[in-house]
Structures are given as structure tokens and as C-alpha cells.
């Protein structure tokens, strides 16, 4: 079992920036993989970011130069530094753990709004 839990979301304005923390509890943090999720009013659930438990990266086209994942396995956090914020990027940001390379996501977080405004 992992358990997540997001914080760092809010309101913004269009340019501006944002840190977003995801704490893990339960299994080895360093043995698997963290995504980053959003959803945005009206719209389906998209991937954001993914890092490897060897710490590699990849990124939506929407967000490539403009969003940093990474993760301190001491703290059992992944990060994701959003930069340059635009309102589109307005939605509920999710973080996952995804146990098994491959595989679906397993855990899932509750989420935190991120609001940008014009």
C-alpha cells in the first residue's frame, strides 16, 4: 500500500509560479515510479510528468520547458515545479505511484487546485 498526499496548489497569476509537493507513506518511496496528473474543468484526466525511480524523466508536450518533476527519496516526495504558469494549465493536479514499470498507476492522491489566472 502507498499512500500520497498532494499540497503546494492555489491561485496564481498567468506567468507566475508554483511548487507542488507529493509525500508518499507505505512502500519503499525509491522503488518505484511518481507521476504527476491533471484534470481541468470539463475536460479528461492527462498526464503531466513522470520520473523513474532512477530519477529519468518525461514530460507532456503542453508542459516540456515550463515543468520540473523530481523526487527526494530521504523526504519521500516528488516535486513538480511549475514555471511560466498559463491559464489552461487550470485544473486538479493528482499525483500517482506507479509500482510496476508499464503497468497502470496504482495509488493515487486526492489532489490540489491549481488556479491561474489572466
Known amino acids: 500500500q502507498v499512500q ?3 499540497s503546494g496548489g492555489g491561485l496564481v497569476q498567468a506567468g507566475g ?3 507542488l509537493s507529493c509525500a508518499a507513506s507505505g512502500r519503499t518511496f525509491s522503488d518505484y515510479a511518481m507521476g504527476w496528473f ?3 474543468p470539463g475536460k ?3 498526464f ?3 520520473i523513474s525511480s532512477s530519477a529519468s524523466t518525461n514530460y507532456a508536450d503542453s508542459v516540456k520547458g515550463r ?3 523530481s523526487r527526494d527519496n530521504a523526504k519521500r516526495t516528488v516535486y513538480l515545479q ?3 504558469l498559463k491559464p489552461e494549465d487550470t485544473a486538479v493536479y493528482y499525483c500517482a505511484a506507479q509500482i510496476r514499470y508499464g503497468r497502470a498507476y496504482d495509488y493515487w492522491g486526492q489532489g490540489t487546485q491549481v488556479t491561474v489566472r489572466r
Open 67 to 69: 515543468f520540473t518533476i
Open 38 to 40: 491533471r484534470r481541468a
Open 4 to 6: 500520497l498526499v498532494e
Open 48 to 50: 503531466v510528468a513522470r
Open 44 to 46: 479528461e484526466r492527462e
Open 82 to 84: 511549475m514555471n511560466s
Open 17 to 19: 509560479s508554483l511548487r
